[in-house]
């Protein structure tokens, strides 16, 4: 039955649906419009004009094909450390008992406190060290192991029954065998929202990719649209009209993986987002 509350809960629902996806669309369409009418008619659209103009001059302004790649390397890499080195690591922390583990745990927790900015110096001092400065290493390494996702999977881990687990040691089967046969089948939501977090947050990372690498062979993506965006600012294209829409153009490739990874994934996301919203 329809009632009023549920026309204005709907209602408000979509006011808020459409100002959250207004910037999006403004962008894309904006992309597609000629420079001049970028700055000229910002919410104007003709669309008897969109071309693929920006686009054009954007692939020659920036090498946006190195950076997607480099950038690609980076989140399937570490997050394939990540999806494999923190469930084992919550599981040792939910379903283990050693010397020292809640200390260990609070420590975990505590790096959890600390900005980004207080390690920046202290990790590209051990990266030039290494020797890995300007190389994948320094992007990937780094943060691979994350603290949140040791506390998400110890979280979800901890509500799996110790029963099952005694069972199948009961039948023979030793910790590995646990771990794979057993928990990975339980917490796959927890897991594949983990995944979808830790390739947003790779994605979208820009403050360790512009300290740690200065050579456009491996600058991230968002590193290229920041360097291009401080040349739109500082007139560095030539005509400003033209260098902001090609900054959309860029903005807009930019957005799409992110958009497809969570239109096709937002399922798992909820999924696992209700699974770690427990007690442990």
Same mark, same amino acid.
């Given at each position: 039955?329809?009632?009023?509350?549920?026309?204005?809960?709907?209602?408000?629902?979509?006011?808020?649906?459409?100002?959250?996806?207004?910037?999006?669309?403004?962008?894309?369409?904006?992309?597609?419009?000629?420079?001049?009418?970028?700055?000229?008619?910002?919410?104007?659209?003709?669309?008897?004009?969109?071309?693929?103009?920006?686009?054009?001059?954007?692939?020659?302004?920036?090498?946006?094909?190195?950076?997607?790649?480099?950038?690609?390397?980076?989140?399937?890499?570490?997050?394939?450390?990540?999806?494999?080195?923190?469930?084992?690591?919550?599981?040792?922390?939910?379903?283990?008992?050693?010397?020292?583990?809640?200390?260990?745990?609070?420590?975990?927790?505590?790096?959890?406190?600390?900005?980004?900015?207080?390690?920046?110096?202290?990790?590209?001092?051990?990266?030039?060290?290494?020797?890995?400065?300007?190389?994948?290493? &320094?992007?990937?390494?780094?943060? +691979? !192991?994350?603290?949140?996702? *040791? @506390?998400?999977?110890? =979280?979800?881990?901890?509500?799996?029954?110790?029963?099952?687990?005694?069972?199948?040691?009961?039948?023979?089967?030793?910790?590995?065998?646990?771990?794979?046969?057993?928990?990975?089948?339980?917490?796959?939501?927890?897991?594949?929202?983990?995944?979808?977090?830790?390739?947003?947050?790779?994605?979208?990372?820009?403050?360790?990719?512009?300290?740690?690498?200065?050579?456009?062979?491996?600058?991230?993506?968002?590193?290229?649209?920041?360097?291009?965006?401080?040349?739109?600012?500082?007139?560095?294209?030539?005509?400003?009209?033209?260098?902001?829409?090609?900054?959309? &153009?860029?903005?807009?490739?930019? +957005? !799409?993986?992110?958009?497809? *990874? @969570?239109?096709?994934? =937002?399922?798992?996301?909820?999924?696992?987002?209700?699974?770690?919203?427990?007690?442990?």
């Amino acid at each position: 039955m329809i009632t009023l509350g549920r026309i204005g809960r709907y209602g408000f629902l979509l006011l808020v649906a459409a100002v959250s996806l207004f910037p999006l669309m403004w962008m894309v369409l904006s992309a597609f419009k000629p420079g001049g009418d970028v700055i000229a008619r910002p919410f104007a659209f003709d669309f008897d004009q969109l071309s693929w103009t920006n686009f054009r001059e954007m692939v020659h302004t920036i090498p946006i094909g190195t950076g997607l790649r480099n950038t690609m390397i980076v989140v399937l890499v570490k997050g394939a450390l990540t999806l494999l080195c923190c469930p084992m690591a919550g599981y040792a922390f939910a379903k283990f008992d050693f010397a020292f583990k809640r200390a260990l745990f609070g420590t975990v927790l505590t790096t959890l406190m600390l900005p980004t900015l207080v390690l920046l110096i202290p990790l590209l001092l051990e990266m030039s060290e290494l020797g890995w400065v300007n190389t994948f290493p &320094a992007l990937i390494l780094p943060g +691979a !192991v994350d603290a949140f996702g *040791v @506390f998400w999977m110890r =979280q979800i881990i901890a509500e799996i029954p110790d029963e099952l687990l005694d069972a199948a040691r009961v039948d023979g089967a030793g910790e590995l065998r646990i771990f794979r046969s057993v928990v990975l089948p339980v917490i796959r939501p927890g897991l594949a929202a983990l995944g979808v977090l830790t390739f947003i947050n790779v994605y979208n990372d820009f403050v360790w990719p512009v300290v740690a690498v200065n050579d456009t062979g491996h600058q991230t993506l968002q590193v290229m649209l920041s360097g291009l965006a401080r040349a739109a600012v500082v007139g560095q294209l030539g005509d400003a009209a033209s260098a902001w829409g090609q900054l959309l &153009a860029a903005s807009t490739v930019a +957005a !799409v993986p992110v958009l497809i *990874v @969570f239109v096709l994934l =937002q399922r798992h996301l909820i999924r696992g987002v209700m699974a770690g919203s427990v007690k442990g």
